[in-house]
């Protein structure tokens, strides 16, 4: 196992995943972990993360001094490196020039850390600080232009550091560095897959939960998905699942989960339909947070009065991701609350008196998706795109009614139809359609029309954060424009949406 010492940067989940992605088990932990933890962790090595702060700033954050004498290796990189080099006796001071974007990095000493990396490569610099002394022992590894101390080394206590980032992939050797650090410096082994994951997993829950009975909210999307596959295969009927209909979803959903979970994988289920609920909730609702509160707040009452009936539950499962656990805590290290806040059953465990499992809770997404075709879950559920929880409603812009949801829900299937027919539907992160609140002129035959608008977003992201409007061609553009104007009463006008996240969202409310 590697240790990720995370000092804020926006990049340490992304050294998190390469390391996984070289077959090596990794947690990220705050600079607040104790010594004495590590020591019980034995990682095979320890990775300090870049960071926003500037080491000799009073209030910059530090882990204990003592992790340069357990004899495991460190890889310092940018602030991770000022922290290596300000902890050893070297100097650290505000460079010259900023520097942010490429650099040629010339190697001068390439065993180790730098094993068949060519001489001369491209790397990606970020910092505003560099090393003006190197501690006692170490040496220069690699320079920049810029930056005379672009790497360096402590090549006997086997302590590295580097000024640019590794893990971006505009650091073309970037990943065989890491690897190097992994597999040449701290003797790691490729042992980290689903397969070995999902045994222990399996194992893990049954041990815990033993007899007793635990309780899922499902809603169709991967990461509940694979929870309760996975929580199935260590205790079968002590399973049930609670899946809550809240009128919102897209056509024919409710039937295909039920389908997939009851009929094909044996699993309790319970579909509650409150269709009436949420949509008597949410008359006359436009504004996009109240949708959402209102939405959370039904949920939550319809899933803890479904959730009394099963007497004696003790647990409550969560699809809860390491991305969500890793944002919900400072990067100083401050406590951590480990509940997303629109998995809307937040409150629930405490109010209920549950105990949580969340087998998922050290995963990336990635990993969830191959944990699920490990364990033998419908490619179609595996690759379903997100869906929000309040479905259909931040969708329809202005009040949800009954007429706007059926009318939503067929130019949604003709899309996904026509998206999925053309092999788009895997490489899009989402794909949907927006009713929006005006209407528009259009002819049709002889006579005028004066009709609804549906706008088409279809977006490539990699995690949501940020993500580019698709080039989807023309053709296929104007394909589902034909078909939902001809098929779908009451739409005159197909739009597509340009605009890229920032400054847009991916959803429209
Ligand atoms: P935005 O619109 O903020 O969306 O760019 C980012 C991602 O989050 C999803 N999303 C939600 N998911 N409840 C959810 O469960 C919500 O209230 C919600 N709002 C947005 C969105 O679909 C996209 O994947």
Known sequence: MILIIDFGSQFNQLIARRTRECGVYCIIEPPTISVARIRELNPKGIILS?????IYEKQSPRAEAAIFELGIPVLGICYGMHFMADSLGGEVKQARKREYGFAELR???SDGLFTNIPNESQVWMSHGDSIAKLPPGFEVIAATDNTPVAAMADIQRRFYALQFHPEVAHTLKGTQMLRNFLFEVCGCQRNWTMKAFAKEAVAEIRQRVADRKVILGLSGGVDSSVTALLIHQAIGQQLTCIFVDNGLLRKNEAAKLKKTFHEHLKINIRHVNASKQFLKALAGVTDPEKKRKIIGKVFMDVFEAEAKKIKGAEFLAQGTLYP???????????????????????GLPKRMKLKLIEPLQYLFKDEVRKLGAQIGLDPDL?????????GLAIRILGAVTEKRLNVLREVDAVLLEEIKT???????????????????VGIMGDSRTYEDIVAIRA????????ADWAKLPHQLLGRIS????NEVRGVNRVVYDISSKPPSTIEWE
């Open 324 to 346: 969500d656990i890793i944002e919900s805590r400072s990067a100083f290290g401050g406590p951590t609350s480990v509940i997303k806040s629109h998995h809307n059953v937040g």
């Open 382 to 390: 595996i690759w379903r795109q997100p869906f929000p929880g309040p």
């Open 107 to 109: 190697i001068q000493k």
């Open 482 to 485: 034909n078909r939902i104007i």
């Open 422 to 440: 053309a092999g788009y539907y895997r490489k899009l992160w989402q794909s949907f359609a927006v009713l929006l609140p005006i209407k528009s």
């Open 459 to 466: 977006v490539t992201s990699k995690d949501a954060m940020t």
């Open 50 to 54: 870049g960071g926003p702060a500037s």
